[in-house]
């Protein structure tokens, strides 16, 4: 689909996990199968997850390679940013693409992304649901309004000219993420907000691609009260520093 196949790009898929044993296996291999193409690492940055998560990353390293897969060694819950951090510092890319590892996140979107980076120059691509063509599947009415409501709170103060600021499926130029996420403060679930409202603040050419984001089938999301209150504060903290 896209045109770089095997060429000079190379893309880290940096995936968060924590308690994700049953969902990891899976998500590698439709990422192998779907990159297949395209020179690849996945980086998978667990926060020691009681349920295993790690052994099971081991095994699939005696599958596809120690050198197409890293593990961060065991860490104690350290929160999403800090993991993306984490990945970011081991990614040996020149692109980087965040994802979660539930399966909400396909990776059958993977080569539009890089389609869409290589047609535009874009620094940064980034999944959409608020768009045709995208949408959201398997969530609760509550849900459904928690995320829209965030996502309407967040445009209507911020502005930044993207559709989907909570949505965390994203493709970066590894140089942009870099500088974005030196300046970003954000530790939990916020730090994706923030992150592509100071790339839109320091003028990243930033491009949309519409994706279905799927309930995860297997564990449970770690979104929980305290998040949204953590969304909240960033909000203020973003409308008050940006
Ligand atoms: N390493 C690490 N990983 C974590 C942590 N908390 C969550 N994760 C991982 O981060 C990913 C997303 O976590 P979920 O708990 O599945 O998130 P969600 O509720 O489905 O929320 C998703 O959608 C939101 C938009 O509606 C997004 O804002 C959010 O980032 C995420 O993509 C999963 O791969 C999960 O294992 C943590 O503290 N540490």
Known sequence: MAEDKKGENKYSIIIPTYNERLNIALIIYLVFKHLK????????????????????V??????????????????????????????LKHA??????????????????????IK?????????????????????HGWNLMR????RGANVLAQTLLWPGVSDLTGSFRLYRKSALEDIISSVVSKGYVFQMEMIV????????????????????Y???????SEIVEYLKGLLY???TT
């Open 198 to 217: 100071r790339a839109t603040r320091k003028g990243y050419h930033i491009e949309e691609v519409p994706i279905t984001f799927v309930d995860r089938v």
């Open 238 to 240: 973003l409308l008050v």
């Open 37 to 56: 193409d395209f020179n690849f690492e996945v980086i998978v940055v667990d926060d020691g997850s009681p349920d295993g998560t790690q052994d099971i």
């Open 116 to 136: 869409k980076q290589i047609e535009t120059g874009a620094s940064i691509v980034t999944g959409t649901r608020y768009v045709t063509g995208g949408g959201v």
């Open 92 to 113: 040996s890319g020149n692109f980087v693409v965040i994802m979660d590892a539930d399966l909400s996140h396909h990776p059958k979107y993977l080569p539009s992304f």
């Open 219 to 225: 564990g449970s999301s770690k979104l929980g009260g």
């Open 58 to 87: 081991k095994q699939l390293q005696q599958v596809y390679g120690e050198d197409h897969i890293l593990l961060r060694p065991r860490a104690k819950k350290l929160g999403l940013g800090t993991a993306y951090v984490h990945g």
């Open 144 to 147: 459904k309004l928690t995320s």
